[in-house]
């Protein structure tokens, strides 16, 4: 009888657990924004999936230090009426800074780099091109996991399906066919922190330099079958048996990526495919090997280094919580992940559109249902891009007029702080050939933040395609002089000099 009534218990017990994640599942897909008190609108996931042109989202949520909900939304692709699953393959784009971090870091254990040494000790086939502007000093293995060895090229575009892609060492050189500029020292290693997906793929090929085998192997063998993510690759193009499995890529118009997505021969800071349930496996591994419950890929003692040295991770610490994470932005995908680093809590987010924000509302809504300690859920105010995006399409200067007099008559309520709102609709229409809408945007933008290079560079690259190259030369001009080591503006300087010649 004393059985009989123990697995009653339990029985009710897992009853009642399944009712009270069911209730907060319904919770998060028709109260979404429950968390935001500003939101006079009660939204739903669906509408705000369409409100930022999100066509698929899988998720998977970790509660002490375990899976605790798994589900994916919408469609995989659109035109096939392809449904997304859980097990639908996306590009976790710059999340494989941290996966690829782990294969560099499990070299340092074993004693075949060393984290403080001059990365051209372990290069043969490349040797990285010290100039003056690094003033003697060398850039170490750490620097480029931390992003502080003061080098250029933030991120890739990836290449259509079909054309020719470069070598590794083209890529370092910005030769062709790369479609990205030179990783050269912008600044001397070590004084701060400057993004540079550049100085990741310095990683990649040292990482080939040090085993003698392709990177994706190395990865594969060494780091993602230990962590039980045997449905992820850095295989670049990749396999075409997964093809059924390949999330589709969107523009953040809605618009399908050409051939369906692009290739990344950047491997280690662009070029892994994975499931959120995958990157789950890698976020738990982490939180267990921090505790000292599990190795599978590091130590204990090199996990705790990992994450407060900030090697391949984002770490955040929210009133003595910390955090670790990171996001990641591919042509026609945005992702993101984050652990805690104490209690068990996670989440990993991956979707087949370009909107961030959208990721961050899933976040906080999460964080809100699963009450995690600290992590900050503020308020958010609205995209004013996406606003005002439909009265831009059907006329520029009307779309303009409702951006002035939102901020005019409703500044708080719309997010004009942040300069890429503007900049990402401005690239929207150039990339739909719509250059002089293009233009319009991003003379917006100067005009809303005269002091940034960037709003520089993307109007002049608008200038250029026009073959304005005047324009276009004083743009880029003005980007050196806030940025004066800025390698782009100085390839395209070079450029124009020589059309205008002609």
Not at 152 to 165: H, I
Request: aromatic letters at 10%; one cysteine or more.
């Amino acid at each position: 009888m004393k059985k009989i009534y123990a697995i009653l218990i339990v029985f009710l017990s897992l009853n009642t657990f399944a009712q009270d994640l069911n209730k907060k599942i319904t919770s998060f897909e028709n109260d979404f924004t429950h968390w935001d008190k500003s939101k006079q609108k009660k939204w739903t996931l669906k509408e705000r999936m369409a409100f930022y042109n999100t066509n698929a989202v899988s998720i998977v949520v970790i509660k002490n230090y375990k899976v605790e909900w798994t589900k994916a939304y919408g469609y995989a692709d659109v035109s096939e009426k392809r449904v997304a699953t859980p097990q639908t393959l996306f590009q976790a784009a710059s999340i494989s800074k941290s996966i690829n971090s782990l294969g560099v870091l499990k070299l340092v254990e074993e004693g075949k780099l060393g984290l403080d040494d001059d990365i051209n000790n372990y290069l043969t086939s490349w040797k990285f091109p010290y100039d003056s502007i690094s003033r003697g000093k060398k850039i170490s293995v750490a620097n480029l996991l931390t992003h502080k060895a003061g080098l250029s090229v933030g991120g890739f575009m990836g290449y259509e399906r079909g054309t020719k892609l470069p070598t590794l060492i083209e890529i370092l050189n910005g030769l062709p066919p790369s479609n990205s500029g030179a990783v050269r020292s912008l600044f001397e290693p070590g004084l701060k922190f400057k993004y540079s997906g550049g100085g990741t793929v310095i990683t990649q090929l040292m990482l080939e330099d040090v085993t003698g085998e392709k990177y994706e192997n190395y990865m594969m063998k060494n780091v993602l079958i230990p962590l039980g993510m045997n449905n992820s690759s850095f295989q670049q193009p990749p396999a075409e048996n997964k093809a059924n499995l390949l999330a589709t890529g969107y523009h953040a118009n809605g618009r399908e990526v050409k051939g369906k997505y692009h290739i990344y021969p950047e491997k280690a800071p662009a070029g892994l495919w994975s499931t959120p349930t995958d990157l789950a496996k890698y976020v738990i591994e982490t939180q267990l090997s921090l505790l000292g419950k599990s190795n599978k890929v590091l130590s204990k003692a090199m996990s705790e280094k990992r994450i407060e040295d900030a090697l391949g991770i984002m770490l955040n610490n929210f009133n003595g919580t910390k955090y670790f994470g990171h996001s990641g932005g591919n042509e026609g995908f945005v992702c993101f992940y984050v652990g805690s680093v104490e209690d068990g809590n996670g989440l990993v987010v991956m979707t087949n559109g370009r909107n961030m924000r959208f990721i961050e509302e899933v976040i906080c809504s999460i964080a809100s249902l699963n009450q995690w300690r600290n992590s900050p859920m503020e308020s958010q105010k609205e995209s004013v891009s996406l606003t005002i995006r439909k009265e831009c399409e059907k006329n520029i200067d009307k779309g303009i007029t409702l951006y002035r007099a939102l901020k005019k008559n409703h500044e708080a309520d719309y997010n004009f702080s942040d300069e890429s709102e503007l900049n990402g609709l401005g690239y929207e229409f150039l990339n739909d050939g719509k250059i002089v809408s293009a233009i319009k945007i991003f003379d917006l933008n100067v005009n809303e933040f005269p002091k940034s290079a960037n709003v520089y560079d993307s109007r002049g690259e608008a200038y250029f395609n026009k073959k304005d190259y005047q324009s276009s030369k004083s743009d880029y001009l003005k980007v050196l002089e806030l940025e004066p080591a800025n390698p782009n503006a100085k390839q395209m300087l070079a450029k124009i000099e020589a059309l205008l010649k002609k």
